[in-house]
C-alpha cells in the first residue's frame, strides 16, 4: 500500500471512531458536557485531516449540534462501529470478528487512538493486513451478505458452499451459521442484526481494496 492509501486508510478509522462518538452523544445530548466533547471531537477531526475521510451522511452527522439528530442518523453512526472493526483489522489493530459478532466500540476508540493528538503516528506505526488476505476477507464478506439477503427475500436454507465455494465461514447443516444454528432456524430479529452489521463489513471491505474515498453505504433494502 502506497503512502497516500495507507494515510486514507488511517483517517478513515479516526473518521468513523468520530461518527460512532457523535451516536453516543446524541444518547447524552441534555448533559452540558455533551457539547463539550462534541466541540472536542470536531477540533480533533480537523486537526488530524479525518474529517476528509467522511462520506456526506457522515458529516452531517458529526456537524450536528447534539440533539438534532434523529433516530436514523443516530443508528447509522452507531452502527458503523462494524465498518470500523473491518477497518481497524485491516489497520493491525484488532482481530476481525466472526460474522455474527460484533466488537465493543469504546474497545475499537482506544485500538486506533481516538482523541489522542499522536493518533496518526500511532496507526501508522502498526503493521498493515497482507493485501491478499484484504482480498480474501472482501470476497467472503460479498458471500456472506449476499445469503442474509437472499434470505431475507425467500426465507429458504441453501447450501453455502456449493452457492459461493468454500469461503471457511462457519456453517451448520450446510448453511451460514448465526451462533450454534443454522440461519433459516434463527428468529428474525437475530437475522436481521448480522444482515445489517454484513452490509457495513462488506462496504468497508470493498473500499479497502480501492480506498479512493469515503465508504458509500449501500441500504439494506437495496
Known amino acids: 500500500m502506497d503512502l497516500d492509501a495507507r494515510r486514507r486508510l488511517t483517517l478513515r478509522a479516526l473518521g468513523l471512531a468520530s461518527v460512532i462518538c457523535r451516536g453516543h452523544i446524541e444518547g447524552a445530548a441534555a448533559d ?3 457539547k463539550e466533547m462534541h466541540d472536542l471531537v470536531l477540533r480533533w477531526l480537523l486537526d ?15 456537524a ?18 462494524e465498518q ?9 489493530v484488532v482481530p476481525l470478528p466472526r460474522h455474527d459478532h460484533s466488537l465493543f466500540d469504546r474497545h475499537l476508540a482506544s ?12 496507526l501508522e506505526s502498526k503493521t498493515l493486513v497482507d493485501p491478499d488476505r484484504l482480498r480474501l476477507h472482501a470476497r467472503r464478506a460479498a458471500a456472506i451478505e449476499d445469503r442474509l439477503r437472499r434470505f431475507a427475500v425467500d426465507g429458504e436454507p441453501l447450501d453455502f458452499k456449493e452457492k459461493y465455494g468454500d469461503m471457511r465461514v462457519p456453517l451448520v447443516n450446510g448453511d451460514l451459521a448465526i ?5 433459516w432456524a434463527v428468529t428474525e430479529a437475530s437475522w436481521q442484526v448480522v444482515l445489517a452489521a454484513a452490509v457495513e ?22
Open 179 to 183: 451462533g450454534e444454528l443454522p440461519l
Open 48 to 62: 488530524t485531516g479525518a474529517w476528509y475521510a467522511l462520506d456526506r451522511d457522515e458529516g452531517l452527522i458529526v
Open 111 to 122: 485500538r486506533v487512538s481516538f482523541l489522542r493528538p499522536d493518533a496518526i503516528e500511532r
Open 32 to 34: 452540558p458536557k455533551a
Open 201 to 222: 463489513r462488506s462496504s468497508a471491505a470493498s473500499w479497502l481494496l480501492e480506498p479512493t474515498g469515503a465508504m458509500m453505504r449501500r441500504p439494506i433494502d437495496a
Open 64 to 81: 450536528g449540534a447534539p440533539g438534532s439528530l434523529s433516530r436514523a442518523q443516530v443508528a447509522l453512526a452507531l452502527f458503523r462501529s
Open 84 to 92: 470500523l472493526s473491518v477497518v481497524a483489522w485491516a489497520c493491525g
